[in-house]
């Protein structure tokens, strides 16, 4: 299995004691799988990408990834795994403002030490950047703005892909062109993907689709 | 991936030239003014040294003339005939291009050191060069270069000797000052032998003195060191406030980019090192510019500086820096430090910064405000802590302590202050857009608070040390008048000379002006004569007199005192001190600004029955005919020597120039320290512009033009500008007030009276509007021309 979350529980401090987030939530993803997770504001996708992500750390449960568990990592570690085998894709985009579109694709290769100048130009090509590339990412659209995020993520060849809300910010034609083209590099890659979304009509282009509610799998 | 992460994380200067620029330059004018003022210092301290090791000769007790300025040679040779281990030395002025120099004549067979010797190469050679016709002048190179070609004389420059002195062979210097036969002093190489015949015996005209204390000179300038040291200080911190503002908010602009890299598996500690190696390399760069601005900025200074410590001390400073590898390190030191100091708040929100934190530069000005309340309540600490140390504290040490207390205290509550001014004028407003420019400047204030207390610290150094200055100015002036009441005053060679031109001036006064080294109370110092004469009673600057001071004084009753003196032994009329072991009773205490050191008056008969050794060669003339044309006479007919008649005026004018170069350092670091605070609001205006543009667009979409929003930018900060004047005007006044009743008496040993100057802050707040004006005019401009694109993303982002 290539990435495997079993008996996930995750509480926060709250005004009136902890507010628990998730609660005993088990899932998996094979290789080339896409899972769609769906709920309703607050019902803890997010909160679940990032202890996919190895961001956040769950109170109880174990995530592995192809058999590495999370539990025993120390931070440098688990900041290993995001930089060499997980990709993610954030609602805001999180480019780095001051970096041009071109090294922000390039970026997270170069961090994990395997950037690939023409697969960098191809996926640029793909999402139609290559005209961008010189550019700042503050000049550029929303929808463009998310293909680089794509594409940064893409780029360095990443095991698994989370991504969060990944068109959350885009109108609705372009929403569906950009997970178009990441769904058919996800394929072409072989990578996993999880990807949170309100949307049930997205939800229905990836492969499987599990739904959380107040904490718990539906 | 540390090369990727690195050129990210740096990625945001190359956006963002200005705000490198700010943080560089912020380092480096703090590092700049710190080192310039440590230039300084360690230039005057190895003058110092120099001038203590140079004639070695100051620890040595002296035979001199009971009479006149020398001794023939034939007593120097019956001493040494006799068996007295003695040593001869002339000594005298010397005409330069420019001014003078004192001219040292020593014998290198016996004196226990010659300058300049002993550099290597064969001694006996040097000792042949030194003495072999025409002689060598031994100098400073600057000196030497002030020597008019018709000096005869092989000029031998070193270092060794301080600016201003020159050394010769005994024979050479007697040529030069025209004192052929005759010698200054001898100085006494052992303790002469019971078996020897006494001193009476064999040179019966001369008396023993104790060594000349020349090697105070480190004890006396040491206070003004330290004022120069605080002022650097100062500067260094407003300096700081620059750094720190860049530093955090180029931190919270890249919090999105450090939350991104953590993100993307860059660990804490990757980022934290790289952050901090960043900041050593800027701190390395600006702070070797700092370096070299400060090596600029002392160079300019020093020559007034040396000036001052020349006039006010008699300490031999050269005019020029030279670079020295103490305040190299010391102001490399001080920018690393600064460095640290300005990234720390930023380190210890990276330890706690969450990966999922949002990215709030907005949030991160506010935050600054945060800490008001936090900030006020340490503020009044610090003001309350003034008294306390006033109290309870001593000296020198005190009064910075409580100069420090008050500048923070203030600084500390400033915020607050201005907050709870604006949000008043808010209330009061009636107009909706009026309530906006209140409450728009309030939400400002955080932002730039570190800026305005920059700009409080100067202008209340500004107040204070200008209202100190003025205020010995004119305490001065009129000290001068009444010290300076002869017309003319003489010097002669000799009292033979004296005895023989007085009778033939036209004067209604001779008054003669004798004094000697004595021991007051303990600590040397110098005792005067004073007759008995109207001019005194009348002009003598008393600060405090007993009953008839004049008739008890002239009846050789007791003395009068300085205030130095007065000041550090607690005297006042009616006490009784201990002058050469004998007690006398305080008459009066008299204001000195002169120097430093301890000094008595004595009646002048009292004076003469003391010591009926001294010759009387120095006098002021009480005349009814015109000054200068007496002078003019004395030196065509009497044939004395120009600079053996000066006139009041000429003196005066002298002494003020003295006092005008003083305080020339302390006015340029006054200035300076004014615009760095200027250029701290320019640059906090300029990094906060960018979260500015949302405050402004809802203005501009409700129908104010850009131009007049960035007018009101500009009158925003004009209004921060003088609520911060406003303030810093009690501020500037109590800060005035410490360094005149505090921190002077600790340092000089005299108390002035305070004036205030109110036309003075007025001028210092309106350079201080136009600089906070001339500092906003480039945001403004911006905000006029910036594009309608522009505003209207905000609102994009908005959504």
């Known amino acids: 299995m290539l990435l495997e979350a079993t008996d996930i529980a995750r509480r926060f401090p709250g005004e009136a004691g902890p507010v628990t987030v998730l609660d005993g939530v088990s899932l998996s993803l094979a290789q080339g799988e896409t899972l769609a997770l769906t709920g309703e504001s ?34 440098p570690e688990l900041a290993a795994i995001r930089r060499g085998r997980i990709g993610l894709v954030f609602q805001q985009f999180n480019l780095v403002p001051s970096l041009s579109v ?90 996993g993907l999880v ?24 | 991936m540390i090369g990727a992460a690195a050129a990210a994380l740096l990625s945001h200067w190359r956006r963002h030239p200005g705000q490198l620029a700010t943080l560089v330059a912020g380092l480096a004018l703090a590092t700049a003014l710190w080192t310039g003022v440590q230039a300084i210092n360690a230039e005057a301290r190895a003058s110092y040294d120099r001038a203590a090791s140079a004639l070695e000769q100051s620890d040595l007790p002296l035979l001199v003339p009971r009479e006149g300025d020398s ?44 300058p300049g010797s002993g550099t290597g190469g064969d001694p006996g050679r040097a000792l042949l060069d030194f003495i072999s016709p025409p002689g060598e ?28 002195t020159l050394v010769a062979d005994i024979g050479t210097a007697a040529r030069l000052l025209g004192l052929e036969g005759r010698l200054t002093r001898l100085l006494i190489l052992e303790d002469p032998a019971q078996d020897l015949p006494p001193l009476g015996e064999v040179a019966p005209d001369l008396r023993e003195a104790p060594p000349q204390p020349e090697n105070d000179i480190r004890g006396l300038t040491g206070s003004f060191h330290l004022n120069l040291t605080a002022f650097g200080m100062l500067s260094f911190a407003v300096g700081l406030f620059i750094a720190h503002g860049a530093v955090g908010l180029a931190f919270e602009q890249r919090r999105g980019t450090i939350r991104t890299l953590r993100a993307l598996g860059t660990p804490l500690s990757a980022v934290a090192a790289l952050l901090a190696a960043e900041a050593l390399a800027l701190a390395l760069a600006a702070g070797a510019l700092g370096v070299g601005l400060g090596y600029v900025l002392a160079s300019l200074l020093l020559p007034d500086v040396a000036a001052t410590l020349r006039g006010l001390y008699g300490a031999p400073v050269p005019g020029s820096v030279a670079v020295r590898a103490a305040w190299w390190a010391a102001g490399l030191g001080m920018a690393l430090l600064g460095a640290a100091l300005a990234s720390a708040q930023s380190f210890w929100q990276l330890r706690r910064l969450s990966v999922l934190a949002a990215m709030q530069p907005r949030a991160w000005a506010m935050a600054q405000g945060r800490g008001q309340r936090l900030m006020a309540l340490a503020g009044l600490a610090g003001l309350a802590a003034v008294p306390a140390i006033l109290l309870w504290g001593q000296g020198l040490a005190a009064g910075f302590a409580a100069l420090a207390g008050l500048l923070l205290g203030a600084a500390f509550l400033l915020p607050l ?65 009444r010290r300076l009441a002869a017309e003319l005053y003489l010097s002669f060679d000799s009292p033979a000379q004296a005895a023989a031109v007085l009778p033939g001036i036209d004067a209604s006064a001779v008054l003669p002006v004798t004094r000697t080294e004595a021991d007051l109370g303990g600590a040397p110092g110098l005792v005067y004569a004073m007759a008995d004469d109207p001019t005194y009673r009348r002009n003598w600057p008393l600060i405090e007199a007993g009953p008839q001071v004049w008739d008890r004084l002239a009846a050789g009753g007791g003395v009068l005192v300085n205030e130095q003196w007065a000041i550090r032994a607690g005297l006042s009329p009616g006490d009784t001190v201990q002058i050469d072991g004998a007690a006398r009773e305080v008459l009066g205490v008299y204001a000195d600004y002169g120097n430093p050191r301890g000094q008595a008056i004595l009646g002048l008969e009292a004076f003469r029955a003391l010591h009926p050794e001294i010759g009387e060669t120095r006098f002021a003339l009480r005349l009814s005919g015109d000054p200068a044309a007496e002078a003019a006479r004395l030196v065509a007919e009497d044939g004395l020597r120009p600079d053996q008649v000066t006139d009041r005026a000429a003196l005066k004018a002298e002494s003020r120039a003295v006092f005008e170069r003083t305080f020339a350092a302390t006015d340029a670091l006054n200035v300076l320290t004014l615009a760095v605070a200027g250029f701290a609001i320019f640059t906090s205006l300029l990094t906060l512009q960018s979260l500015r543009l949302p405050q402004v667009a809802p203005l501009w979409a409700l129908g104010l033009t850009r131009r007049r929003l960035a007018l009101l930018d500009l009158a925003r900060a004009g209004l921060l500008a003088a609520g911060t004047a406003l303030l810093a005007l009690p501020v500037g006044l109590a800060l005035a007030w410490l360094l005149l009743a505090v921190v002077n008496v600790a340092a000089f040993g005299w108390r002035l009276p305070m004036q205030i100057f109110p036309a003075d802050w007025l001028r210092l707040g309106l350079a201080a509007l136009v600089a906070a004006l001339l500092a906003a005019a480039l945001p403004a401009l911006r905000l006029a021309r910036v594009s309608p694109a522009r505003l209207l993303r905000v609102f994009a982002d908005a959504r």
């Open chain 1, 102 to 191: 071109a090294q922000n694709i390039a970026l997270q290769a170069r961090l994990a030490g395997r950037h690939d100048r023409d697969w960098c130009a191809a996926l640029a090509e793909r999402l139609g950047l290559s005209a961008h590339l010189a550019k700042y990412p503050e000049t550029l659209s929303g929808g463009q703005q998310q293909r680089v995020a794509v594409a940064r993520t893409l780029a360095a060849r990443p095991e698994v892909i989370l991504a969060d809300e990944p068109t959350g910010n885009l109108d609705e034609a372009t929403g569906d062109a950009v997970l178009a083209e990441m769904l058919a590099l996800v394929a072409e890659t072989g990578a």
């Open chain 1, 195 to 218: 990807m949170v979304t309100h949307s049930g009509r997205l939800a229905g282009k990836l492969s499987r689709r599990l739904h959380l509610a107040r904490g718990r799998l539906a």
């Open chain 2, 417 to 481: 202050s201005l907050s709870a001014g604006l949000r008043a004028a808010e209330r009061a407003a009636r107009s909706a857009l009026g309530e906006w420019v209140w409450a728009d400047a309030r939400q400002q204030v955080p932002g730039l608070s570190l800026a305005l207390m920059a700009l409080l610290l100067a202008l209340a150094a500004n107040i204070g040390v200008s209202t100190m200055v003025a205020s010995f100015r004119a305490t001065f002036e009129g000290w001068l008048d």
């Open chain 2, 71 to 114: 001794l023939p040679l034939s007593d120097y040779v019956a001493l040494r005939r006799a068996g007295w281990k003695v040593a001869p030395v002339i000594e005298g002025r010397l005409r330069l291009k420019d001014g003078s120099a004192r001219l040292v004549g020593l014998d290198p067979l016996t004196a226990p050191a010659v």
């Open chain 2, 137 to 164: 002048i031994r100098g400073h190179p600057d000196t030497l270069a002030g020597l008019p070609a018709a000096v005869e004389g092989r000029r031998v420059a070193t270092e060794a000797l301080s600016p201003g």
């Open chain 1, 42 to 75: 607050g019902s803890g996708k997010s909160t679940l990408l990032t202890l996919l992500a190895g961001l956040d750390r769950p109170d109880r449960g174990e995530i592995r990834l192809k058999g590495t568990a999370f539990g025993p990592l120390k931070e």
